[in-house]
Structures are given as C-alpha cells and as structure tokens.
C-alpha cells in the first residue's frame, strides 16, 4: 500500500468505523469524522509533495481484483487528478466543520455518508480501470443521494429523485458503452487501452467511435452539466445541506469535466473533434444561459447553482478548443470554481441558517452586524467575477485565449459570460449586504465565529494564491494536458481486429 491507496481508503475505514459508534454520542462522531477527514487532508499534502511531473502516472497500484472478467485494481495519480483529489481531501473536513452546529439529527448518518462521499470521489480521480471507475462513480452518487433526500430542505425529496434519475440515466449510457469497449478490445485497463490505440490494434469505425463517445459523454455533460442538461442542478443545490451543495458544486460536478478530459479525447480522438463544433456551441450557450438567469434568480442558493452552469462552461470550452493554452485553462478553472464556489455556498449557507431563508428580499445592509462575513463574501465575489490576482482570472483568460486561438468570435461569446458574472454578483452582494437592515437582519445574523473562520481562511488563501502564483500548480497540468492532446491529434479511427495484423484488419 502506497501513500494514494492510505489517502484513498482512510476515508471509507472512517465510514466503517462511525457504524459502530452509539448515535447517541454525537459528539464522538463529529470530532471522528473530523479526524479522519483532516488526516486524510494530511496526508493528500504528501501526494503534492512527492509528485513529480515527467511520467504519466505516479503512486501507482496495480492488483488483480475479479479475475473473470479482468478487472483490476488500478489506481495513480498524474497532473490531471492530482489537485482535484487535494480539492477534495480540503473540502472534506471544511464541510464537517461548518456542519458542526447545523446537522442535528440523524449525525451519525450524516458523517458517515460524508466521508463515504469522500472515498467514492477520490477514487473516480485515481481508477485506470473502467470498472473501478464505474464503480466510483456510482458508489458518489449513493451519499449524494442521502445527504439531499434527508437532511435537505422542503422539496429534498423532489430534487434528491431528480438528482438519482438524471445522473443513473448517464451512468447506464457510460456501463453499455464500457462493456461494449471490452468485448472489443479485451480490457478495462485505461493504461493497456492506451498503449493498443498507440500501436495501431484499437481503433473503431466512425459510427462505433461515434457511437461510444456519445455513451461516455452524455453521462459526463449531465454531471458537468452542460446546457441543456443542467435542470437538476439547481434544485439538488437549494434542497442540499450546506456541506452537501459544497461537495457537488466544487467536487461533484468536476467528475464530469474531469471524464471529459480523461476518456473523450485519448479514446475517441476523431469522434471529439467531429462533436466539437455542437459541443462547443452548447458550452458558450451555457456560459450566457447561465448568467443571464443568475441574473435574475431571487434565492441566493439557486443564483450560486447557475454561476456553476456558467463557468463549467468555460471548462467545456477549454477542453474542445483542443489546445494547450485552453486544455490547461480547464483544468485550471476546475480547481478554481471549486474553491470560489464553496466559499460562496458556505457564506450563502450560513446566512440561511442565521437568518431562516435564501430569498435575497430578507436581507439587506448585513455588513452593519456582520462585517467580517462581508468581507468575505466581497473576496469571493470579486473572485468568481474574474478580478485579476484572484483565481478565476487565471483559467478564464486561459480559456478564452486557446479559444481566441481557435475561433475569435467564440472566444467574444464566451466573454460576454464575464461581464454578466460581474454583474449578477455585484448585484447580488449590494442587495444583500448594503442598505438598511431589516430589524429580522440585526437581531439574527452575528458576524463569523471561530469555527467558521478556520472554516474558511484557507479558501480566502488559496482565491489568492491561485490568482497570483499559479506556476505552483500549472506545471503538472501542463504536462499532464501536453500527454492528452498529442493523443488527440490522431486524425482517424478504423476497426481493427486484434486478432490479425494491422495491414491485414484495415477494412
């Protein structure tokens, strides 16, 4: 067991260990989760330590796990899911801290759920096995589930169904095209599918190739989600738990990106570029869809679901301008949406639970009784608005210069996305923040308490330290993305027969 397989288990072996703990000891239980969470986050630091970019994976595990079919237990970890696993690892013991004070019934279940949730993600960032993958894949989905339907709002169970339906009807699509990739080619190993594309013996006709692409892709845009997939984002969001919307904003939804750059374009490099052109348009019809109805939305939590329809559609965009410059953007923006979007739901989640709603009209001149929390809520604000030397302007301008690269006036579309997000968010904050507070504001919402603080002065760090030292983190990427695109430059597929020589299966 290497340093990735403690970082990927521990989690679940705090799962397993809150099953035992009496309910009744809820103190125990979160002061558990805690540790465990933190321990992991520790240890996810030693990863970022020890890796070093110039091979395509590093703390590699590979054993046998179900012999018939070959399924394996393959994990590692390269510049691609390195920072989303550290994403991770920090998020987790932030969302049991701020969930201290506000899950008061069924704690034990709740912890324990969200520490599972931790193992299942983690492990869609590190599986080369397909299954593995799958496996991971699902296992995030069940917590999820849970954490909306029982310890959500008044609609949780609408929106928990709605969740489970719209993600398992992607997930079948991605099963069926995953075992029809074995029957071909013999294999659910990512790194053994790889090294038979780059011999010549993998490679699909143009409707298999386009067909298998649409399998995966279409549960990778409904996780995103990509426009017009996106309608159980928002109501997953204002039903959720604070430390629940946390998760899927900044964690959850990456999976889909993530997928997107892993699978699409090393195994199906002719069929993404053949996709590219719609796929492209739908993103750029996300990032203004987006903004425009958070533009308008009155309940912050549902406001802060569409900025995520908004800039993951940057993401989407940097991956299929298939460029270096928008490739690293992405992945870029995935990290920095996580970070900026946490903050934003955990401020808009403490004021719901201060002042009893999410409406915006409730609120009003909060940054009188609590300026701290205004302070806070102005720096991620600017943040998620692009505002250089804060994070989102890294991977946005990333993002739009690959895509300038490519087609310029899809690169003025996307930015007209920027302008609207300094406006929905600037809005949104002299609403609620500025004028004068009604009496429910001023005898209810209290300024930031300690926990919080520590909740949240990491992620003010790091909004910055993004924005302003991103060769810290962008090396790795590059090479990562560099390994990826030269992959995706192949110029087309054809069936192969693995049986017979190359020159003897080309149809």
């Not at 955990?346 to 009893?356: E, K, W």
């Amino acid at each position: 067991m290497n340093l990735l397989d403690a970082v990927l288990f521990l989690p679940l072996a705090g799962f397993l260990t809150l099953l035992f703990v009496p309910r009744e000891r809820e103190e125990t239980i979160r002061r558990l989760a805690l540790g465990f969470a933190s321990v992991t986050f520790v240890l996810s630091l030693g990863l970022a330590v020890g890796y070093r970019a110039g091979g395509e994976f590093a703390f590699v595990t590979d054993k046998p796990w179900i012999r018939s079919p070959e399924i394996r237990y393959h994990v590692g970890l390269d510049g691609l899911s390195l920072w989303l696993v550290l994403l991770t690892t920090l998020l987790t013991p932030i969302g049991v801290a701020v969930s201290w004070n506000y899950i008061r019934k069924r704690v034990k279940e709740f912890y324990a759920l969200f520490l599972l949730l931790e193992f299942g993600l983690v492990g869609v960032f590190v599986a080369l096995d397909l299954i593995l993958f799958y496996v991971f894949w699902e296992v995030s989905l069940v917590p999820m589930y849970f954490l909306i339907g029982v310890w959500g709002h008044e609609r949780r169970i609408y929106a928990a169904v709605k969740f489970f339906l719209f993600t398992m009807a992607g997930s079948v699509l991605m099963l069926a095209a995953i075992i029809y990739l074995y029957t071909y080619a013999g294999t659910f190993d990512y790194a053994e599918l790889l090294r038979l594309q780059a011999s010549g013996n993998l490679a699909f006709r143009r409707t298999e190739g386009l067909l298998l692409f649409l399998g995966f892709f279409l549960a990778f845009a409904i996780k995103v989600p990509l426009f017009p997939l996106h309608t159980w984002l928002p109501d997953a969001h204002v039903e959720a738990p604070t430390a629940g919307s946390v998760m899927l904003a900044s964690v959850m939804l990456k999976m889909g990106c993530y997928g997107l750059l892993r699978f699409l374009l090393p195994l199906f490099p002719q069929a993404s570029r053949e996709c590219a052109p719609w796929i492209v348009a739908l993103a750029i019809a996300g990032i203004i869809y987006g903004a425009l109805v958070a533009l308008v939305q009155p309940n912050m939590k549902k406001l802060v679901a569409y900025t995520s329809v908004s800039h993951l559609g940057f993401v989407v965009l940097g991956i299929f301008t298939f460029t270096p410059l928008g490739a690293d953007g992405a992945v870029y923006q995935m990290i920095n949406h996580g970070i900026s979007t946490a903050m934003l739901f955990l401020v808009v989640g403490m004021l719901a639970a201060r002042g009893g709603s999410s409406r915006i009209a409730d609120y009003g001149g909060v940054a009188t009784p609590a300026p701290n929390l205004a302070t806070v809520f102005m720096i991620t604000a600017l943040a998620s608005a692009g505002l250089p030397a804060l994070n989102n302007f890294v991977g946005e301008y990333l993002v739009l210069q690959g895509t300038a690269r490519v087609n310029l006036r899809w690169a003025v579309l996307a930015a007209t996305g920027i302008i609207l997000a300094a406006a929905y968010m600037l809005w949104l904050y002299q609403r609620v923040f500025f004028g004068p507070a009604p009496e429910s504001v001023r005898d209810r919402v209290y300024d930031l308490k300690k926990r919080e603080w520590a909740a949240m002065a990491p992620l003010v760090v790091l909004m910055v330290w993004l924005g302003v030292a991103s060769e810290t983190f962008l090396p790795a990427i590059r090479q990562t993305n560099a390994l990826i695109l030269e992959r995706a430059r192949a110029s087309g597929e054809v069936r192969v027969e693995l049986s017979l020589p190359l020159e003897e299966a080309r149809p």
